[in-house]
């Protein structure tokens, strides 16, 4: 099985743009008193998890980005922990729940506002899962388009998989950081994938040591290709 990452295909001239954030969110982390890297990424989405039974004075502190202590993450992590999937990673600025605000321009079947979201039009997901494309766990986004074409549009929670193959890591790296665990990971370009970390049952998916990066397979490829689904490329990534 070959393996792709998608990426925004600019040449077909959509001008869709979505102003809009996810409902929740982990806050950032302050420094690291050793390492000294803080804050969150945004790139860890779970837009199908529900907080809405939390208490409300938790819902406020998961709507503010501000940097909280490292015990704060953890203690907002294991209220949100049953809220979601149990491979969730519950990382600082992690999003949960639909993706809300407006949104306006031209959207194709797929669309990718970043390198780390995918959404689909509900007929593009219908007719993928219909051509047996796995894992399309999409949750409906809750954003006002002005005009009458508004397009239904469905963010994908995706699952995490996939390693970098060591071969293509720099030599003598650093241990990870003793005090909060940072590996200090840069991702190299281009990416060469660990064949033995990548899935065999989901066709869609973010990679577990790169976050900003989203994966297909071949099947998926091939799917969009035969349905004329538009809006977003692939590129092939070597398999080591
Ligand atoms: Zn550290």
């Known amino acids: 099985m070959k393996f792709y990452e998608a990426e925004t295909d600019a040449s077909t001239g959509y001008t869709g743009y979505l102003d809009a954030v996810h409902r929740w969110g982990l806050p950032g982390v302050q420094p690291c008193p050793t390492c000294r890297t803080g804050g969150g990424s945004p790139s860890l989405a779970y837009p199908c998890v529900d907080l809405s039974s939390l208490p409300e004075h938790e819902l406020k502190k998961l709507s503010n980005p501000w940097p909280v202590p490292r015990e704060e993450i953890s203690r907002l992590a294991e209220l949100v922990q049953p809220f979601a999937p149990p491979w969730a990673l519950l990382k600082p600025g992690a999003q949960f729940g639909p993706l809300t605000g407006s949104g306006s321009g031209r959207f194709g079947m797929l669309f990718m506002q970043s390198s780390w979201s995918l959404y689909l039009r509900r007929e593009a997901l219908e007719q993928l899962r219909a051509a047996g494309v796995r894992g399309l766990h999409g949750c409906l ?15 994908l929670q995706l699952e995490l998989h996939g390693r970098i193959h060591p071969s293509c890591l720099p030599e003598g790296r650093k241990p990870p950081c003793p005090t909060c665990g940072n590996d200090r990971l840069k991702v190299p370009s281009p990416i060469v994938l660990d064949a033995a970390s990548l899935p065999a049952d989901v066709d869609v998916f973010r990679m577990a040591e790169a976050w900003t990066v989203i994966l ?9 290709a035969g349905l004329g689904l538009d809006g977003v490329k692939f590129q092939e990534l070597e398999t080591r």
Do not use: H, M
């Open 141 to 155: 986004i809750q954003v006002g388009f002005r005009g009458k074409n508004a397009p239904e549009l469905l963010e």
């Open 216 to 224: 297909v397979t071949e099947r998926f490829v091939d799917a969009v």
